[in-house]
Every structure is written in C-alpha cells, then in structure tokens.
C-alpha cells in the first residue's frame, strides 16, 4: 500500500471508532485500491458499506458499549470491535437470519475460505 493508501484507511477506521459509520469520502484511485486489497467493500455508489469489522449497515451485529454503538457484518466482526476498540462491558446483539430463533446464539452458515465469494452476504 502507498502511503496515501494507508492514510485513507487510517480515516476510515478512526471514523468508524469515533462515530460509529464510515466517513463520506469521494471515490478515488486510492479508495479503490483498498477494495481491491478487501480493507473495504463499496456499494454500488462507491460508499463504504464494510472496513472489517466495522460496517456501514445495519444487518449484522450491533455492538453496545458506553452509551455508544457499532455495527458489525456478523458476530465475528462484534467481537473483532470489542477487541480493535478495547471495550469494556460491551454486548453484541444479532441482527438478520437466524437471530431470532430460540437458541441461536451464532450461525457461520458459509466456510471461512469461501467467505470473500459474497463478503455481503458472509
């Protein structure tokens, strides 16, 4: 990565520690590039819609902790922002299919090696 590249990821994921969502940015060369290395996933309107484990959605995982909230792609994201932020006394609550049935207290319905085939939906 360029240091230009490294920068930008710098801004997005203090963005995403500091308020919870991704920071409106332009799309650019650089931006792209860190799609291209999975640091983000854009939508279709080159908004950053994931900077695992963060996410600029709210399907996934909801992460709570002190008075504030994060959103993750799935558990395993939710823990990744309990860790990446150093929380203390956080809960993370699914959000989507399965969370609601009795039991289900994590589902990984797609193996690991195949999770970048549809990072949206894993």
Do not use: K, Y
């Not at 240091?3 to 308020?19: D, G, H, N, V």
């Not at 996934?60 to 902790?65: F, K, N, Q």
């Amino acid at each position: 990565m360029t240091t230009e590249q490294l920068a930008l990821r710098r801004t997005i994921f203090e963005a995403f520690a500091a308020t919870g969502d991704p920071p409106p940015l332009p799309d650019s060369p650089d931006l792209r590039a860190l799609e291209a290395a999975h640091v983000v996933v854009l939508d279709e309107n080159a908004r950053i819609l994931m900077a695992h484990p963060f996410a600029g959605h709210r399907d996934g995982a909801r992460v709570d902790a002190g008075g504030r909230t994060w959103w993750g792609n799935c558990a395993w994201d939710g823990f990744g922002i309990v860790h990446a932020l150093g929380l203390r006394d956080a809960r993370i609550t699914a959000q989507g299919i399965g969370a609601d049935e009795p039991g289900v207290v994590f589902e990984v319905a797609v193996p690991a090696a195949r999770w970048w085939e549809d990072i949206a939906h894993t």
